[in-house]
């Protein structure tokens, strides 16, 4: 599907390029933009690795544990099927600690070996669990203390000050983050209900 669409996207392209008739304007504007892109994925591959680094260190020092202690209280019921095995709670709390500060990129592979260790205890292996589904939910509407990738994307595109939008984002990452824990619970629980009537 995706790529039908950049197909439809580069066919509307090259097709109004013709009838504007400035052929030059295209290609002059595919190389400016590639050059941009080039330029952006190296701004932002440095606060990736750093951030990938900062996690990797906590991780090792034991510090993703300690953490895991101190969010326990709220974790333990919005996972509360999975919060019983360490291995899986330090790893769903790692996934948790990188969308939190923002590395969304570098929570990726945290959030995919989190979904690993809960499939592992999967009683269906063919079908999600209720855990499973809240963390994938929770990795696209996390709460983002630090938004590193945007505050990286602002400075790289000339922001004067790239962290003016510190509070919007807790507001409104807050919310989604509520909302989306409690919709997952939520279908969990009428799940449940309905299988037991």
Not at 154 to 166: E, F, M, N, V
């Amino acid at each position: 599907m995706l790529g039908i669409c950049f197909f439809v996207l580069c066919f509307v392209s090259v097709l109004f390029t013709v009838v504007a008739g400035d052929p030059a304007a295209l290609s002059n504007g595919v190389l400016d933009g590639a050059g941009r892109a080039m330029e952006l994925m190296f701004s932002l591959s440095g606060a990736m690795a750093l951030w990938c680094g900062i996690m990797n260190v906590l991780q090792e020092a034991g510090w993703i544990g300690r953490l895991s202690r101190l969010l326990s209280p709220i974790l333990r019921r919005v996972f509360p099927s999975s919060w019983e095995d360490s291995d899986t709670r330090e790893k769903i709390t790692a996934a948790v600690s990188a969308n939190i500060l923002g590395i969304g990129n570098a929570a990726t592979p945290l959030a995919l070996s989190a979904m690993e260790a809960m499939q592992r205890r999967n009683p269906t292996p063919h079908r999600a669990t209720d855990d499973m589904i809240t963390l994938a939910v929770l990795a696209t509407a996390s709460f983002d203390l630090l938004p590193t990738t945007l505050i990286a994307l602002r400075r790289s595109g000339g922001s004067s000050a790239p962290y003016a939008i510190l509070p919007p984002v807790w507001i409104t990452s807050l919310v989604c983050c509520m909302a989306a824990i409690l919709l997952c619970r939520g279908a969990a629980w009428a799940r449940r209900d309905r299988r037991a009537n």
